[in-house]
Structure formats: structure tokens, C-alpha cells
T-cell receptor, first 114, second 111 residues
Framework: SAVISQKPSRDICQRGTSLTIQCQVD?????MFWYRQQPGQSLTLIAT?????????ESGFVIDKFPISRPNLTFSTLTVSNMSPEDSSIYLC???????????FGPGTRLTVT | GENVEQHPSTLSVQEGDSAVIKCTYS??????FPWYKQELGKGPQLIID?????GEKKDQRIAVTLNKTAKHFSLHITETQPEDSAVYFC??????????FGKGTRLHILP
């Protein structure tokens, strides 16, 4: 498995502002992922963030709204830009250490936009 | 692309009884099927997984079965305990190595 931490754990933000979420892993990993989980819903993949390449975004998610950085093999950030109440969700990062499909998740960041 | 259906959405069982959650998938090329448990306020936790080269896998009170022909897999929890109460997600690995999740099952263990 992997030990994954996220900051902040929760935040309340005003519409129109931006929030950057940090994801720190206890060991080097190639594959990192960012998910969104709306209240009471399943997980939706936002993007894949592999070190050394640009993030790959899923349909419905764009870089201008969710810019991602992956400066090294243990860290990544996701920014939620120009927020609206519809962005209120839990944002989760995950890693696949062995490249075998086993993903391990961080504790999530609970975002409320007012 | 891959689609994962999960049933039931809510399940209540008496403590000590067994719970079964069922999932189907659409892409016959999928060969990895993890199950996650998510407790309130926490991230999903990988609890068991199965690959297509086996039909069943067991870890203490939990087991997963896979029927590749029918494209369905199930999670079985025996001797349920209060700490088993959580949301459970099944998932399947798609052709592009991404994980596609089911909609989740909220499991309530009744005292």
C-alpha cells in the first residue's frame, strides 16, 4: 500500500476564487490520479498525472479549470479555479505504485463553495 | 468504454449474517476487479481484488467471486460486524488502465 496525505482536509471558499489541493505520497510513484466525488456519489476521474508528462484530462474536465502540477515522484497539486457552488465535492488523489492497477487513495479534501 | 453496474444501492443485514454485493461489467477485455470500502469522512480503502486468472479469492471474512463468461463479480462478507457498515464500491480496470467504479452500495449492519 502507500501512505498518502492531502492538504487541506476541508475548506469553505467563495465563488470566483481558486483553491490548490496538495497530495503527498510516502514513496516515489509514477502514476497519480485525481478524482472528484460529489456528495453521495461514486468517484469520477478528473485526470491522470504522471511525472514527466502533461496531465491527461478526462472528458468534461479541462486544464484551465483544473490545472495540475506534478513536480516530482512524491507530490502533486490540483487547483480548482474560478469556483462555483457546483464544484462543491470531495477531491481525492490516488496512486498506483506497482502499475498493476491497485490504486490507493488519500483521505480526500472536502470543498464547499458558497 | 467500460461500464460497471452495482446492486443493490442500499443493503441492511442483521449483525452476524452475510452480505452480498453484485456487479456487472461490459468490457470483456477487463481483467482486474478491485473492491473498495469507504467510511464516512475517509478516502476509499482497497479491501480485496481479483484478477481474471482466478474465480474466487478469500481474505478472512471477505471473499470475491468472478464469472468472466457472464461478466459479473460479487463481494461476500460473512459474520458481519458493526464496523462493516460503510459504502462499498466495485470497480473494473478499463482497456486504458483506468479504474471505472460502480455507483456504490451503502451497507448497514443492524444490531
Amino acid at each position: 500500500s502507500a501512505v498518502i496525505s492531502q492538504k487541506p482536509s476541508r475548506d469553505i471558499c467563495q465563488r470566483g476564487t481558486s483553491l490548490t489541493i496538495q497530495c503527498q505520497v510516502d514513496s516515489q510513484v509514477t502514476m497519480m490520479f485525481w478524482y472528484r466525488q460529489q456528495p453521495g456519489q461514486s468517484l469520477t476521474l478528473i485526470a491522470t498525472a504522471n511525472q514527466g508528462s502533461e496531465a491527461t484530462y478526462e472528458s468534461g474536465f479541462v486544464i484551465d479549470k483544473f490545472p495540475i502540477s506534478r513536480p516530482n515522484l512524491t507530490f502533486s497539486t490540483l487547483t480548482v479555479s474560478n469556483m462555483s457552488p457546483e464544484d462543491s465535492s470531495i477531491y481525492l488523489c490516488s496512486v498506483d505504485r506497482a502499475g498493476a492497477g491497485e490504486q490507493y487513495f488519500g483521505p480526500g479534501t472536502r470543498l464547499t463553495v458558497t | 468504454g467500460e461500464n460497471v453496474e452495482q446492486h443493490p444501492s442500499t443493503l441492511s443485514v442483521q449483525e452476524g449474517d452475510s452480505a452480498v454485493i453484485k456487479c456487472t461489467y461490459s468490457d470483456s477485455a477487463s481483467n482486474y476487479f478491485p473492491w473498495y470500502k469507504q467510511e464516512l469522512g475517509k478516502g476509499p480503502q482497497l479491501i480485496i481484488d481479483i484478477r481474471s486468472n482466478v474465480g474466487e479469492k478469500k481474505d478472512q471474512r471477505i471473499a470475491v467471486t468472478l464469472n468472466k463468461t457472464a461478466k459479473h463479480f460479487s463481494l461476500h462478507i460473512t459474520e458481519t460486524q458493526p464496523e462493516d457498515s460503510a459504502v462499498y464500491f466495485c470497480a473494473a480496470e478499463a482497456r486504458d488502465d483506468k479504474i471505472i467504479f460502480g455507483k456504490g452500495t451503502r451497507l448497514h449492519i443492524l444490531p
